[in-house]
């Protein structure tokens, strides 16, 4: 019954479409959201595309000549152009002849829910949960209809459920108190942003005691699911942050920790592996989602190889003397940054995230773990557990290990001790370098970047203890879990001040961090 | 032993000569005016610095082609104080002490133009500061090209609050001088304009932030209250991007709780990629995407002098060329590059800005100016979705803090003051500063 409705309706409102579209064309943003509520109230199934290509930032105007309103899709030659209505292929232009129609948020409003009514009864249920999720956001009279119509048919679970809330959190703006009431008790427990809202603003205009005391019940139950969800929102933040610092201090656990340099260059090291990310996906345009996958060697090798570069040209020479270390060191991060200004660019540039690492793994409606941060913190595990498996169970690793242990026992024993300092050095430059396409992912890739994590790493491996790799996990999770749990009562500024004093205190107590190297080495 | 003699002698003679030939064109340069450039080259703010070097050069250029002025070739004498705030100062004193520069363009942290402003009062040399910035200062020696909170914060704030019915407000900021000013002075106009104090959230971060977890968690619990929710960010350049991104991580999109910002331009968006910004808003003075006649042949200008025709246009490229023109027309009509002279005239002078306006230099050395709201486009341009009807007078002292509200800056006779208390009719002074 109400399909025929619809079908009838569809044919005779065919010449509206034709007529709202021009509208789409028009300068003014709000002639344009006119034409879109116009073009989606015709139901036409021709106007689901061109709403999508609007969104999309598929709709282009050109001047002097018919259609003026074109859908188009980059090519070779510029853009391919085709007629929104009858698809008809309109040939390749160039960029600059054709202009892309600009929007704005109400328009994007605008557009989501026009999409939303006219794809609620698409037959894939992906969609019409969407679909009612997007119509929840601001409801309207003709979109509660719309929703109580589709309740009445739906067979899939998923999309009913939503649909339920969406006509609950609608029936509070609108409805009357017994739907009010009866509204309330569906969102009791909802962890939905849209319940809570909607029941918040309900508690501010409500005028029925028995509703507003219900809905004030369900908000405070809803609040006290809510805090949990915080504290684990909080953990998580707080290990990503660890992390972070995790990835940036254990490549100087290796250079410091395991060879006492301080090398001040570092963060520049872990510069130069971001920027081969970058440099990476200007080479393999097209391929964004793979393209990690090359960057992380390339970034290894480049790093690494700077590494050893530096270790065989300055620091060799200067090994014992940590003053003159430090400043030398410190000289050449203002060569690399200066080096990455005037051949790249002083400015920072763009490094695509691959859409695989955008968005969020929704583990409740109230609380999203996003995927780059997921990701990072797997790879930081992933780089600790191989590094420590270098260490352990190579010859590379054995021979690391007896060099910072008695160089001149290890030498007698045939080590080739120059060799092994190099190679040292830059596995360490080169871990620095990986997890300089960890930090790509995060944050601004620039000439300056490597200097924010300098003081953050040294702090991690003087608090977890110098030369022990476990140390440097456990400081960098402890820090980044300390850091986040203090942040909302401290602010960000205050929060760092206090985790660097709490450090400080620490050190006074035990000067050999949390996990001290013992035995004779120790003392060497 | 006598061939390396030799040889220390003729690269002894060579150096001298090319000394000397080093001198003699600057003994010859009497015949121009020299303009100081005073932008940093290199460090933190090279990032936007840079542009705005190369802006002034084409100015110059440009100016040199027409015929220089009053006769003679303009000159630029290029520093670079490398983002470090003391050797602004240096710079400064040398440009105009050693070079004689007859004007200088630069800074662009409040902070720099605070350590300069007391070598341009004791040389009494010309400073034209073109970037947006907090208020509550007017030079005798700078002209502010750049916005005053009134030409900015304030009429975005207007556009949220009456176009878009925000209710609920987000001050989040970077920690130094003009985010704390700027909050301040919005704190006090939304408290007068009947927010309540817990529908405000004032958040700062230190310079280069990069995790905003937390705080995009705290923004999204705040606006989850039922009231619409906007941002208004004083965060200061590159920070922003993580900042986004996070916000586009945790799915909070611009119809939801869009953020409005005021030190993200074309220049910083060309750097990042903009997928997780569009939608979201910038309020300047002028945007690249602006289509006025003005505009295009300034960008044509640009893009052919820089050789590039990917490079972007800002709104600090804008007030440079705003104060440059004021300069040359105050020059002209002084018949005189002197500091005193040219100040005496340039009020009140007028040029076309690049948005179809006309910017005029008011008495307490700020301009007017048309405010502009635009959207992030995904091309990293702006969309202009408001703007002001005509243009705002700049406002040195803001009228919504309480020690300011009584102060004008007035350079012209009878007052000739920065800080004239209008209720008292007395001169504050430099005391006040």
């Known amino acids: 019954m109400i399909l025929a409705g619809m079908t009838w309706w569809g044919t005779a409102a065919a010449g509206a479409l034709e007529e709202a579209l021009p509208g789409l064309a028009d300068r003014a943003f709000p002639a344009k959201q006119q034409a879109v509520q116009a073009l989606a109230a ?37 853009l391919r152009l085709s007629d929104p209505l009858t698809g008809v292929d309109l040939g390749e232009v160039e960029r600059a002849t054709v202009k892309k129609i600009p929007l704005n948020n109400a328009l994007r409003t605008a557009l989501r829910g026009g999409i939303a009514a006219l794809t ?29 119509a589709r309740l009445e048919q739906e067979q899939d679970a998923a999309v009913r459920t939503t649909l339920v809330l969406a006509v609950a959190v609608a029936d509070l703006r609108v409805g009357t108190p017994e739907a009010r009431l009866a509204a309330v008790a569906t969102l009791e427990g909802s962890l939905y942003p849209e319940a809570r809202n909607g029941l918040t603003t309900l508690i501010a205009n409500e005028t029925d005691a028995d509703v507003k005391a219900a809905a004030e019940r369900a908000l405070t139950a809803i609040d006290a699911r809510l805090t949990w969800n915080a504290r684990a929102e909080t953990l998580f933040f707080g290990l990503s942050l660890g992390s972070v610092l995790v990835l940036a201090a254990i490549g100087l656990a290796i250079t410091f920790g395991v060879m006492g340099v301080i090398n001040m260059a570092h963060g520049e090291l872990m510069m130069l592996g971001a920027y081969t990310t970058y440099l990476v996906q200007q080479a393999l345009p097209g391929w964004v989602d793979y393209s990690l996958f090359v960057a992380i060697p390339a970034a290894f090798i480049v790093s690494g190889l700077f ?24 000289g050449i991060s203002l060569i690399l940054q200066q080096l990455v200004r005037t051949t790249i660019s002083a400015q920072n540039v763009a490094v695509e995230n691959p859409s695989w690492m955008s968005g969020s793994l929704q583990i409740n409606p109230a609380l999203a773990l996003t995927y780059n941060r997921l990701y990072i913190l797997a790879f930081a595990l992933l780089v ?111 929060a760092k001040i206090l985790v660097l004093v709490f450090i400080i205190l620490f050190i006074q107590k035990r000067p050999r961090g949390l996990f001290p190297q013992r035995g004779r080495a120790a003392d060497g | 032993m006598r061939k390396r003699d030799l040889i220390k002698r003729l690269v002894l003679g060579s150096g001298l000569a090319l000394g000397l030939s080093a001198v003699l064109p600057a003994t010859a340069a009497d015949d121009t005016i020299k303009v100081g450039v005073l932008h940093s080259l290199s460090g933190t703010m090279a990032i936007s610095e840079t542009t705005l070097k190369d802006t002034v050069l084409m100015l110059v250029e440009e100016q040199n082609k027409k015929g220089g002025l009053l006769g003679k070739k303009l000159e630029a004498v290029v520093v670079d ?12 004193r040398e440009l105009i002490a050693k070079d004689k520069v007859a004007a200088v363009f630069g800074c662009w942290t409040s902070v720099s133009r605070k350590s300069v402003l007391p070598v341009f009062e004791e040389l009494n040399g010309l400073l034209f500061y073109p970037v947006q910035y907090e208020g509550e200062e007017s030079s005798k020696n700078v002209f502010y090209t750049g916005a005053a909170p009134n030409q900015q914060a304030i009429p975005a704030v207007d556009y949220l609050m009456n176009d878009l019915g925000v209710k609920r407000w987000v001050l989040a900021g970077t920690d130094y001088v003009y985010p704390r000013t700027t909050n301040k002075i919005l704190e006090a106009y939304l408290k007068q304009k009947g927010v309540a104090a817990e529908d405000i959230m004032i958040n700062y971060t230190p310079f280069g932030h990069s995790d905003w977890q937390s705080i995009v968690a705290d923004i999204k619990k705040f606006g989850g209250a039922g009231k619409k929710t906007a941002v208004v960010s004083t965060i200061n350049g590159d920070a922003n991007v993580p900042f986004y991104k996070e916000l586009g991580n945790q799915g909070v999109s611009a119809e939801d709780i869009p953020v409005v910002a005021f030190s993200v331009g074309e220049e910083e968006l060309s750097g990042i990629d903009t997928k997780p910004l569009v939608g979201h808003l910038a309020a300047w003075n002028y945007f690249m ?15 052919a002098f820089i050789k590039d025709p990917k490079r972007v246009t800002n709104d600090p490229m804008e007030a440079h060329k705003i104060g440059f ?29 690049l948005t179809g306006g006309i910017a005029k230099m008011l008495p307490n ?69």
């Open chain 1, 42 to 78: 015709t139901g036409d199934s021709r106007a689901l595309p061109i709403l999508e290509a609007l969104l999309a930032g598929d709709l282009y105007t050109r001047e002097a000549a018919d259609p003026p309103l074109v859908l188009a899709r980059p090519s070779a030659a510029g």
């Open chain 2, 365 to 433: 050395h700020h301009i007017t100016k048309p405010v502009l709201i635009g959207e992030i486009q995904d091309d990293g341009q702006f969309a202009v979705v408001w703007q002001t009807e005509g243009t705002v007078p700049g406002d040195a002292w803001s009228d919504f803090l309480p020690g300011s509200k009584d102060l004008e800056g007035d350079w012209t006779a009878p007052i000739n003051c920065g800080n004239y208390n209008t209720k008292t009719k007395t001169c504050l002074g430099s005391a006040a500063k």
């Open chain 1, 307 to 330: 590494g050893i570069a530096i270790e065989r040209t300055v620091i060799r020479f200067l090994y014992g003397r940590p003053l003159e270390t430090l400043l030398a060191t410190f």
């Open chain 2, 81 to 92: 104080p490398a983002s470090n705030w003391p050797l602004f100062a240096e710079k400064a």
């Open chain 1, 120 to 148: 609620l009864s698409s037959p894939d249920p992906a969609v019409r949960s969407r679909a009612a999720k997007d119509l929840m956001r601001d409801p309207s009279p003709e979109s509660v209809t719309a929703l109580r």
């Open chain 2, 289 to 303: 995407s602006v289509d006025t006649p003005e505009n295009a042949a300034f960008i044509k200008q640009w893009h």
């Open chain 2, 325 to 353: 023109d004021l300069w040359v027309k105050a020059v002209e009509k002084a018949g005189s590059t002197a500091t005193d002279k040219v100040v005496k005239a340039i009020v009140g002078l007028e040029t076309p800005n």
């Open chain 1, 384 to 494: 600790f557990v191989a590094l420590l498996l270098i260490l352990k169970r190579t010859a590379l690793g054995l021979q690391v290990r007896a060099v910072s242990q008695n160089r001149a026992m290890a030498r007698a024993m045939g080590v080739r001790s120059a060799r092994v300092d190099a190679l040292t050095f830059g596995l360490g430059a080169g871990i620095a370098g990986v997890a300089g396409v960890a930090l790509s992912q995060l944050t601004n890739v620039g000439p300056n970047m490597g200097q924010a994590y300098i003081i953050d790493s040294f702090m991690v491996v003087v608090f977890g203890g110098v030369g022990n790799l476990w140390g440097t996990l456990i400081g960098g999770m402890t820090l980044g879990v300390a850091n986040k749990f203090m942040e909302p009562w401290a602010g960000a500024v205050l």
